[in-house]
């Protein structure tokens, strides 16, 4: 079996831990909310709608991703991914001005100003329930629309 069959730890771990949030009410009643609208790239693929859970902010665990990532299906949501984020004033005071690594994948600065009008953050993508053909933690991803919302 080659190597790229093989899915990262990380990877894993966020199926195990979000399986339970394909039904976006589920997902509600966890305390995650939609943030912003649809993401599309700029000039390709998109990320899809983020649920954002804002107690999970400060944490970084593997089963505790800060965002849920949601492909519109007609008049339903898809689970895609997640999204790992912290703030990076908080994390850099605290852990000697090195980013966050989680299981090995390392998290990457977003500097305002920046889309999203927030303030430096880290973060990382895992694209746990839709194929990536650039990278599973890859921010971008091709397979992934906006375009198919009912």
């Known amino acids: 079996m080659a190597d790229a069959q093989v899915p990262a730890k ?3 771990e966020v199926q195990d831990a979000t399986r339970k ?3 976006v009410n589920d997902a509600r009643k966890a305390g995650y909310g939609p943030f912003l609208g649809c993401v599309t790239g700029p000039d390709h ?3 899809g709608i983020h649920y954002v859970n804002g107690k999970l902010f400060g944490k970084l665990e593997p089963d505790q991703p800060q965002a849920l ?3 519109p299906e007609g008049n339903r949501l898809r689970l895609v991914g997640v ?3 912290t703030d990076a004033k908080t994390w850099l005071k605290t852990h000697h001005n090195t980013p966050p690594v989680l299981d090995g ?3 990457q600065l977003v500097p305002a100003p920046n889309r ?3 303030p430096d953050f880290f973060e990382i993508h895992v694209w746990a329930w839709r194929n990536n053909p650039n990278g ?3 921010d971008w991803n091709n397979k992934v629309s906006c375009e198919h919302g009912g």
């Open 83 to 85: 999204e790992f984020i």
């Open 10 to 12: 990380l990877v894993k």
């Open 45 to 47: 693929g998109a990320m």
């Open 116 to 118: 999203f009008n927030l």
């Open 69 to 71: 990532i949601y492909e």
């Open 105 to 107: 994948q390392v998290l």
């Open 136 to 138: 599973a933690f890859v």
């Open 21 to 23: 949030y394909f039904n």
